[in-house]
């Protein structure tokens, strides 16, 4: 539909069966991950796809860690504009992902290093080993790190 349309009321229903359809589908990573049928589907999605699933709060994970091997996947899959990456990337929650993960795979990784320079990304390592109460501070303080990416300091999935 148009996005003029969007914002009918009489065509929200519209545009929610197919969101929840694909969020019935693919909406656990971890089992599009676990099985080959799934992945060929997830991997054969448009962006704007990939985005809503990657932002909503019924997507399930075990960790972070998953949400980001994604974006890297699909991205080899689809070469995404830099906007597009920037925008996928920003979904991360970085302080969920494990400190391993983040100082070895995703510091390593392309999509990330396009996204996020090098202070930014010893930022998120720290974000990982710090409690809820100074991620909080820092949010109050509005810390430069987390004003752009804000979702630095959501909670879990």
């Known amino acids: 539909l148009p996005s003029t349309c969007k914002g009918i009321e009489a065509f929200a229903t519209v545009v929610q069966i197919p969101e929840l359809k694909l969020q019935t589908e693919l909406g656990d990573l971890e089992l599009v991950w676990a099985d080959g049928v799934k992945q060929q ?9 990939v985005h809503q699933l990657l932002s909503s709060q019924l997507t399930k994970v075990t960790s972070e860690n998953t949400v980001a091997h994604t974006i890297i996947c699909w991205a080899e899959q689809h070469d995404p504009s830099q906007e597009q990456l920037q925008d996928l990337v920003s979904l991360v929650r970085m302080r969920h992902c494990t400190l391993p993960y983040l100082t070895t795979v995703i ?3 392309s999509c990330f290093t396009r996204c996020h320079d090098t202070a930014e990304l010893q930022l998120a390592a720290l974000c990982c080993s710090m409690s809820a109460d100074s991620i909080a501070t820092m949010v109050k303080q509005q810390q430069p790190v987390l004003v752009k990416f804000p979702a630095w300091a959501a909670d879990k999935r």
């Open 41 to 49: 589907q997830f991997l054969a999605l448009p962006f704007a796809a």
């Open 107 to 109: 510091s390593s990784s």
